[in-house]
């Protein structure tokens, strides 16, 4: 029987923490055993929150990255753990440390900690298979020295029935209540990830329409740098406050568009879940949105995130029906083709029964979205 120890770090944000939860429950229900244990107190009660239920503590000893963590061997004890999946470079650094003779799993989701990810992956004194969430993460760590055969590319996880169950609930007149149009941002935001010239973008489109709101999703610096900016410009309903318990799926069905004006590579997970759920997807052509969309076709991209340039793109979803309605049939079709969780789960347990087995990793393991 497989039984996954999985370990956060401090370093786990809400997304990872989704893609974790969707993980667990559905290779749970099919026999597999799984324990999650955090090595930072500070993540106890956030990883709880969108796990649903007590995270085992198996606390740092020492400074960051100092990877002394012994009660880690106590918990494999315990858990009869024979696959250590890693949800966080400190984590993986210290499962490698602590639980050399355990094979070890690190999902990726951040491009832009990828290169550091990288150095650390090949200073382990044992080998570890990386699950990459995009393309883009996979050719920066194999740049940065990584064996390509330690790197899979696994999409998704856009949880359809998650989608409708929120709108079952109509949680969109619970969270946003008359307001509208409403826009979703990717989150949690960040320089790199463009919230910024969303905002600007918003700014603009609410002189039209004077109802408009933006969702931007949990907390970071940046998110609060934002909170202060529509302050300043006098429109602090711009944004829509929203609870850090609130999943994807729940906010995407709250939405009309959603919006990510990157400046850098980005995590698309939450853009997965946006076009699952039906929304309108204006991007900017960074290569990792370029990865799954294309302009006029499942999706809207711009080629940079200049605020009137994205506001006129908002604009086209929110008021040309017939292409609205022509990207996001797209959109939904792929995304159960490209990041559908029946096929994320499937190509986890064959990373795990992989290793178990002595095989390559990536064996079997097919990245959606480059199937003909």
């Not at 650390?120 to 020295?145: C, D, E, H, K, Y």
């Not at 929120?166 to 969270?175: C, G, H, L, T, Y």
């Amino acid at each position: 029987m497989t039984s996954v120890l999985h370990v956060i770090d401090r370093s786990c944000d809400e997304t990872q923490l989704q893609v974790l939860d969707r993980l667990r429950a559905r290779l749970t229900s099919e026999g597999r055993q799984h324990v999650v244990c955090s090595i930072d107190p500070e993540m106890m009660q956030r990883g709880s929150v969108h796990l649903g239920e007590a995270i085992v503590p198996a606390f740092r000893r020492l400074p960051r990255f100092m990877n002394w963590v012994p009660s880690l061997q106590d918990v494999v004890s315990d858990s009869g753990t024979n696959i250590v999946h890693a949800w966080g470079i400190e984590a993986a650094a210290a499962c490698s440390t602590r639980l050399p003779g355990i094979p070890l799993v690190m999902t990726l989701l951040d491009p832009d900690v990828a290169r550091d990810a990288a150095n650390w992956v090949r200073s382990f004194p044992t080998s570890a298979t990386v699950v990459a969430g995009s393309q883009v993460i996979r050719s920066r760590l194999v740049t940065a020295g990584v064996a390509p055969e330690q790197v899979v590319v696994i999409r998704g996880p856009a949880d359809f029935g998650a989608i409708n169950r929120a709108r079952e609930n109509d949680i969109r007149r619970e969270i946003v209540g008359d307001a509208g149009p409403v826009l979703l941002t990717g989150g949690p935001a960040s320089r790199g990830g463009g919230q910024y010239y969303g905002l600007w973008a918003a700014a603009i489109l609410k002189q039209v329409f004077p109802d408009l709101t933006v969702i931007v999703p949990y907390d970071s610096p940046e998110r609060r740098r934002l909170l202060r900016f529509v302050r300043q410009i006098e429109m602090p309903s711009l944004i829509t406050p929203t609870d850090s318990r609130l999943t994807w799926p729940e906010m995407a069905v709250c939405a009309d568009v959603f919006v990510m004006p990157a400046v850098d590579e980005v995590c698309i997970e939450p853009l997965a879940t946006a076009m699952a759920a039906g929304l309108v997807v204006v991007g900017t052509a960074v290569r990792s949105i370029a990865e799954v969309i294309a302009d006029r076709n499942n999706g809207l991209l711009c080629k940079n995130s200049g605020a009137r340039l994205v506001a006129g793109r908002i604009l086209n979803a929110l008021e040309d029906e017939s292409l609205r309605r022509q990207v996001t049939e797209i959109a939904r079709g792929q995304a159960f083709e490209v990041f559908g969780i029946r096929a994320f789960v499937d190509n986890y347990a064959q990373v795990y029964d992989n290793l178990l087995t002595g095989k390559t990793p990536g064996e079997k393991v097919k990245d959606t979205a480059m199937v003909a």
